[in-house]
């Protein structure tokens, strides 16, 4: 069994950063793909980041550039940098595990365990 809990949401202006966090629990979480999705009001969920079990990561286009994401093992816990915010980026997030089916992981809003949510807002 994998648990995560995810936190850092807040409110910013356009412009600003945030760093969230998202801790694990259960060992075998590190076998999975790990990432990042969001889900705007009125919007389908859209993956952000996924970063695979040898680090590798891969971003949505939407935020190439501007998110970075990170793994720390030792403190069993998931990252997501996020620089140059927009007001589109104004979300709920939340952090994802789960069985990729490509190398490298790839953001995505399916896989099986997720935290419960944080709230980003943006104003402009």
């Known amino acids: 069994q994998v648990g995560l809990s995810d936190s850092g949401g807040d409110s910013v202006e356009a412009g600003g950063s945030l760093r969230l966090a998202c801790k694990a629990s259960g060992n075998s979480y590190r076998t999975f793909c790990l990432g990042w999705f969001r889900q705007a009001p009125g919007k389908e969920p859209e993956g952000v980041a996924a970063?695979?079990?040898?680090?590798?990561?891969t971003y949505a286009d939407s935020v190439k550039g501007r998110f970075t994401i990170s793994h720390d093992t030792s403190k069993n816990t998931l990252y997501l940098q996020m620089d140059s915010l927009e007001v589109e980026d104004t979300a709920i997030y939340y952090c994802?595990?789960?069985?990729?089916?490509?190398?490298?992981?790839?953001?995505?809003?399916?896989?099986?365990?997720r935290g419960q949510g944080t709230q980003v807002t943006v104003s402009s």
């Open positions: 994802a595990a789960g069985t990729g089916t490509t190398y490298p992981c790839q953001p995505f809003h399916e896989y099986k365990y």
């Open positions: 970063i695979d079990i040898d680090f590798s990561t």
